[in-house]
């Protein structure tokens, strides 16, 4: 009893204060999540060999997982707002472990189907929760506490196809199992990070820290614009990462005629680097505000993007790292941006842009797919470099900044 009033003691008075060993906590359980989640297309090349699926087919497998992941996140998301559970995150990585063991014995497509929808329903209770949790944990610094958390994200994204090259190439599907390892550490992870969750909430820290905004008010006209604003950002950012997560090693394969390996090396650049970028924009959205990171980050990308079909080998992995390290810095400052809009609404707006962003890749993704095998890989790359340019209308979005009073 005495340890319970201890860790409620020190949840208390860490309200003021950025709680960096939280946010480490629920980052490395990103990391682990998503590198799990980002299993699933770095084997695509070799379920497509095994069982001779179309591109269109593999195209609906992310459609079922990133649909699974986008449906329930705003769901999970208004009950956290209401009902906050704070161990509901370690309960959300039973269901990606289940979802895991059955890809890994998964021998027809339907059981493929329902082994990512099993994960990604995972994912949907996870990121409204912890983005909760990194906001509560932030002390002030939103944008900085978000980044922290979805870095984590990044690197595991960007970890899969590694590690996918290393073992799951040379082993196969069966050796997806092992990755069940890393289910297990963020179980323990996110059980602790419960704990804390719980003493905050019974300190009362939670209403206090989840009441305030720090932000200009904006009338109710100017939130509904922004977020329209907001979903077409997310729609052009998502939809270009669909097409380099899911297709990128495809094209270095047919253009260049690359081994899998490599390519899956190459698509492990592109994924370091948005996970370098994600780490950059939280410091520069504190700094600068919010709007200006996420313009300068869709729209500053497009160059390099529109450059990459036009490239030699490395000329396109390169433009494509530096195009992934600016576009990535965008996410966390639109989340920050719109839950300062709804700062009561922290839980639902995450879940809502959560599952925007797994929606749309998962769209995205079809959509490529569908069109590859119309008309060649390379085709749907002309297109998809096009997508940047829609970050120009980050300009009407409205500047939430306080004025200075100097």
């Known amino acids: 009893m005495q340890k319970e009033s201890q860790v409620s003691e020190k949840a208390a008075s860490s309200g003021q204060q950025t709680v ?18 980002s299993v699933i297309p770095a084997i695509y090349p070799v379920i497509k060999e095994n069982y001779g ?11 079922v997982f990133q649909s699974a992941s986008s449906l329930l996140q705003p769901l999970t998301g208004w009950y956290a707002d209401r009902k906050p559970r704070p161990y509901s995150l370690a309960s959300g990585m039973c269901l990606t472990l289940s979802g ?18 099993l994960i990604g329903c995972g994912s949907s209770v996870f990121h409204p929760g912890a983005s909760r949790v990194a906001q509560l944990a932030s002390g002030g610094r939103k944008s900085l506490a978000q980044s ?28 997806v199992g092992w990755f069940a390892l ?34 200009a008010t904006v009338s109710r006209r100017k939130v509904r ?45 592109f994924l370091s680097a948005l996970a370098a970028g994600t780490v950059a924009g939280g410091f520069l959205g504190d700094r600068f505000g919010r709007k200006y990171v996420i313009l300068g980050s869709i729209f500053g990308a497009a160059p390099f993007a529109l450059a990459v079909p036009y490239a030699g080998l490395w000329g396109a992995v390169i433009l494509s790292m530096i195009a992934g390290l600016i ?10 941006y719109a839950t300062d809009l709804m700062p009561t609404r922290v839980g639902m707006v995450s879940g809502i842009f959560f599952g925007l962003m797994f929606g749309l890749g998962g769209i995205g993704s079809a959509l490529f797919g569908w069109m590859a095998d119309h008309t060649g890989i390379e085709y749907v790359f002309r297109i998809s470099t096009l997508l940047p340019l829609l970050g120009a209308v980050a300009c009407f979005l409205p500047d939430t900044r306080i004025p200075s009073r100097n």
């Open 100 to 117: 895991l063991c059955l890809l890994a014995s998964a021998s027809s497509y339907a059981t493929i189907l329902m082994a990512v929808a």
């Open 148 to 175: 922290i958390f979805q870095v984590g994200g990044n690197g595991g994204s960007a970890l899969g196809p590694l590690v996918a090259a290393l073992i799951v190439i040379p082993f196969g599907q069966g050796a």
């Open 225 to 269: 614009m922004a977020m329209i604003l907001l979903v077409v950002l997310l729609f052009s950012k998502y939809f270009y990462i669909a097409s380099m997560t899911d297709y990128f090693t495809f094209y270095l394969i047919g253009k260049f005629d690359v081994s899998v390996r490599f390519a899956q090396f190459c698509l492990f650049g």
């Open 20 to 37: 960096f060993a939280i946010l480490a906590a629920i980052s490395v359980a990103h990391l682990l999540n998503d590198m799990i989640q």
């Open 327 to 336: 576009i990535a810095s965008a996410f966390s400052a639109i989340i920050v």
């Open 182 to 215: 890393a289910a297990l550490a963020a179980v323990a992870l996110l059980t602790a990070v419960g704990r804390w969750y719980s003493a905050a909430i019974a300190a009362g820290m939670h209403s206090r820290v989840m009441g305030a905004s720090g932000v």
């Open 53 to 63: 699926f179309t591109f269109g087919e593999i195209g609906l497998i992310t459609l």
